[in-house]
């Protein structure tokens, strides 16, 4: 697989906000052929400012761990920030989980902003779901199963604690995610390979929204609900439709039947003649 390079334009066709960290496409080794996914917290302080979380990942390593840490960092506010192309160091060879005996060369490291214990309620829940929806992508463009979605502290069990929240909920909502986003592209355009169509319409959204200088208003997301919505009433619109059309055959062949006179009564076949037995 070598380089990841099409990290940020996946992240962004499923509706992402994306950053490009200085250097990332030439960031970490060339020596990487990943296979699955490795899920962390950064578990830094509960006031961490990104660039400071993002600079430790990508320029200055950790007490644990030399840069370039991780792939991936992902924001609270759930905005994605890609950092390296290349092999990383965020984690072990694997002693426990799905991944077992897997390195760095094979796996794919997102380091999300949280302290160790903070919760993934409440406000969080928006960094929570922009994790859901990036991993959904990643696998969708990778084709890995949801099972190489694997939890540092699976990885390394009794070593890590991260991440904090349920990692089979996490793969249940991640496969979740998959599902509905395959089901929705495959009714609006039924029958052909619609997913670039759909990309394709995203990308020229998101040009309209972001503007020439690539500033994101926000209103993103408001592109594709409006077509769900406009999608779901031409739907209703269509059932109406037909339904009202079988009702007018019905009476168009009602008001036949009155009509035609009735067919004249057929007479009944002549028997054979009996032919006489010769004797
Ligand atoms: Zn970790």
Not at 56 to 84: F, N
Not at 186 to 209: A, C, K, T, Y
Request: proline share 6%.
């Amino acid at each position: 697989m070598g380089r990841l390079m099409w990290l940020p334009e996946v992240l962004r066709d499923a509706g992402l906000v994306v950053h490009e960290f200085d250097g990332w496409r030439e960031r970490g080794r060339e020596s990487y052929e990943p296979i699955g996914l490795i899920i962390h917290e950064t578990q830094g302080s509960a006031h961490s400012q990104d660039r400071d979380e993002i600079r430790v990942l990508a320029i200055t390593g950790s007490d644990s761990a030399p840069a370039p840490i991780a792939q991936l960092y992902l924001s609270r506010t759930g905005e994605w920030t890609v950092v390296g192309s290349g092999r990383c160091n965020h984690a072990l060879t694997g002693f426990g989980g799905a991944l077992l005996g897997k390195g760095n060369s094979s796996l794919l490291g997102i380091e999300a902003a949280h302290a160790q214990g903070e919760t993934w309620q409440g406000s969080n829940l928006v960094q929570y779901r922009s994790y859901v929806r990036g991993v959904a992508a990643i696998l969708r463009h990778t084709g890995w199963p949801v099972e190489h979605v694997v939890g540092h502290k699976e990885h390394q069990p009794g070593d890590k604690s991260d991440p904090g929240f349920d990692m089979a909920q996490f793969r249940r909502d991640v496969a979740a995610a998959i599902a509905e986003e395959g089901d929705f592209m495959e009714e609006i355009i039924p029958g052909i390979p619609n997913e670039q169509v759909f990309r394709d319409l995203w990308h020229w959204m998101s040009g309209l929204v972001q503007g020439k200088d690539g500033a994101d208003t926000g209103d993103r997301f408001k592109f594709p609900n409006a077509i769900k919505a406009g999608f779901a009433t031409h739907t209703t619109a269509n059932e109406a439709l037909r339904t009202e059309v079988a009702a007018l055959r019905n009476a168009v062949d009602e008001l036949r039947a009155m009509l035609t006179p009735p067919a004249a009564p057929v007479s009944p076949a002549l028997p054979d003649t009996p032919v006489a037995p010769e004797g």
